[in-house]
């Protein structure tokens, strides 16, 4: 392809690019700008991961691997959980479903009784109307943030432990410790600290929706992974604890959870996602949905 094909082909492609990106989406005015969240910005350092998921090693249960991570760029994510007020507007805007729950709808509130579903429309809807590109975060995106304060599930029980009843044991114990908060009600944004990444709220009574589907991999005698089945019609929230639900949950403690102790309640906050590419992948999404 000669030098002037290559520059026509770029432009046409950048065109139809920008065509694509959120801010195109936000309409002709019909509604007005949403103000942008507020954000922290995480600098890129290792840390200890223990992924997400079921593993097995000889057909046993064993805890998933821990290892050293580190993100390639930056995470901006928002400092507080998307809250009931700002989901409101979503709703009253058409774009998202109404909220299952009680709780006022309140700014000062984190939004709950909403659904891994719910959360997709309102990232999509919070993109079209700033024209940027909001997504939720990966399982290992929010324990880069959360820091400290992210739950590790380890049971600790040996691998090469073929006594099942060493990891059963185990398992009652960790679910007998985990009781529902006191007052299980929402409380408002603050009233859970930050993490030393300053952000706020997390691992308090709201468990998070992540964009990380259930695994079931299984292991070989080194640890490495033989086999991984993953299931994305069931994600994985976070709070406490990681809990297995499905898509379409909005109240976790009328069932859902995979197992184990059901979240006190279940919201979302986002991830703001600056790739070059995200407009693309953004306006594919807004096809499919």
């Known amino acids: 392809m000669s030098g002037p094909s290559k520059v026509l082909s770029l432009t046409l492609c950048l065109l139809g690019f920008s065509l694509l990106s959120p801010l195109a989406y936000a309409g002709s005015g019909e509604h007005a700008a949403v103000k942008s969240p507020e954000t922290i910005s995480v600098s890129p350092v290792r840390f200890d991961y223990r992924e997400a998921g079921e593993f097995y090693r000889n057909n046993l249960a064993v805890d998933g691997p821990k290892t050293e991570r580190k993100l390639r760029r930056s995470l901006v994510i928002m400092k507080y959980q998307v809250s009931a007020a700002d989901y409101e507007n979503c709703v009253d805007d058409g774009f998202c479903m109404p909220r299952e729950t009680s709780a006022p709808a309140s700014a000062n509130l984190p939004v709950t009784g909403v659904s891994f579903d719910d959360a997709q429309a309102y ?18 995106e929010l324990a880069f943030a959360a820091g400290s304060r992210y739950p590790d599930d380890a049971l600790n029980v040996p691998a090469d432990s073929r006594n099942p009843a060493l990891r059963w ?4 114990e960790r679910e007998s410790a985990r009781k529902a908060s006191r007052d299980p009600n929402p409380q408002p944004f ?22 990380t589907c259930l695994r079931r991999t299984n292991l070989d005698q080194g640890g490495k992974t033989v086999e991984t089945d993953e299931s994305c019609g069931i994600y994985i929230a976070t709070g406490k604890h990681r809990a297995p639900l499905s898509s379409f949950i909005r109240e976790p403690k009328n069932g859902g959870c995979s197992v ?30």
Do not use: C, K
């Not at 993490?195 to 308090?204: I, K, M, Q």
């Not at 906050?269 to 096809?287: E, G, M």
């Open 260 to 289: 184990g102790t059901p979240p006190d309640n279940v919201g979302f906050r986002l991830v703001r996602d600056d790739h070059w590419y995200s407009p693309l992948i953004f306006a594919i999404r807004r096809v499919w949905m």
């Open 190 to 211: 603050g009233s859970f600290g930050e993490s030393e990444n300053g952000l706020t709220d997390f691992a308090g009574n709201v468990w998070e929706w992540t964009s």
């Open 123 to 140: 990232a999509a809807w919070l993109s079209a109307r700033t024209g940027e590109t909001w997504r939720l975060p990966t399982d290992e």
């Open 169 to 172: 044991l185990a398992d009652y």
